[in-house]
């Protein structure tokens, strides 16, 4: 949705992208809160979770060359663990550990829609009642998005609310995304019509996506966004010269008719 031409470098082409110091205290923040949870609940301190932020760092980056080299970098390390630090002090003011048992972390979901659509993503965590209702919790380092964009942010979610409602049918009464840094959380309570808007948005999505594989058209879309982008030295936008598609995924001699999408495609989030 934010740029084909994005998409086609990121899943097609499959272009590396290596960690940057925000997505890397994301990972390190995510890391510290889901062990965080193997503690009994009276250790799930502050104290506890701030001592857990170095240890971890090192584990994440003796497995990742690529997470090591920015650590390695001049200050890079103590940055990272400094900002890992407020992200997880702000996680504290927002609920305490000690009063929660998730029933899933980093939960793998996975839901074939009728159309034959593949659904399939990770949870950071699911909360479950005594009654069966149901909590999507997503941990975010990042900033609080503006009115106008919170249902961008949201989307992500009802994803998550689909897939848990098609596979136990069951929609999840609340949807919580949990600001650690600036200590904010968006919640919203999904219904039937939402999750049903976002099967048809997600297969409308799919249709464009075998629209695009069939004639080979992933054209860029310039927007704001582009300032972030790792790859615009091969965007045509900025002057670039796209690389030829690889092989698997050269279009077909003819547009192919609409049709269901392939169920050995998913789409996940």
């Known amino acids: ?9 990121r899943v097609i082409d499959k272009i590396p ?39 971890e760092w090192d584990r994440l980056a003796s497995g990742d060359a690529d997470l090591a080299a920015l650590g390695a970098a001049d200050g890079g390390r103590d940055v990272l663990l400094s900002e890992a630090r407020a992200a997880v002090e702000g996680y504290f003011t927002l ?3 000690r009063r929660l048992e998730p029933a899933q972390r980093e939960h793998y979901v996975e839901a074939v829609l009728e159309s034959g659509l593949r659904l399939r993503g990770y949870i950071d965590r699911l909360d479950e009642s005594p009654a069966g209702d149901i909590r999507i919790v997503d941990y975010k380092t990042g900033r609080v998005p503006r009115a106008e964009y919170e249902a961008s ?8 609310a689909l897939v848990i409602w098609r596979t136990r049918s ?22 039937e019509a939402d999750l049903r808007a ?11 996506i075998e629209r695009a594989r069939s004639g080979g058209d992933w054209r860029p879309r310039r927007s704001r966004l582009c300032d972030w982008c790792r790859h615009k030295e091969l965007c045509p936008e900025f002057g670039g010269t796209l690389p030829p598609l690889p092989e698997r995924a050269q279009p077909a001699v003819a547009p192919a008719p609409a049709a269901a999408p392939d169920p050995a495609q998913p789409i996940g989030a």
Do not use: N
């Open 1 to 9: 949705m934010t740029c084909p031409l994005l998409y086609r470098f």
């Open 17 to 55: 992208e290596p960690p940057t110091p925000a997505t890397a205290r994301g990972t390190l923040v995510h890391a510290v809160l889901e062990r965080l949870f193997d503690a009994p609940a009276p250790e799930r301190t502050p104290a506890a979770a701030l001592e857990m932020i170095s240890p």
């Open 95 to 97: 609920e305490d550990p």
């Open 153 to 160: 942010a949201l989307f992500q979610m009802k994803f998550y």
């Open 170 to 191: 069951v929609i999840p009464r609340m949807l919580q995304l949990m600001y650690l840094a600036e200590g904010e959380v968006l919640r919203y309570c999904p219904d």
């Open 198 to 208: 976002t099967q048809r948005k997600l297969e409308a999505l799919w249709q464009a």
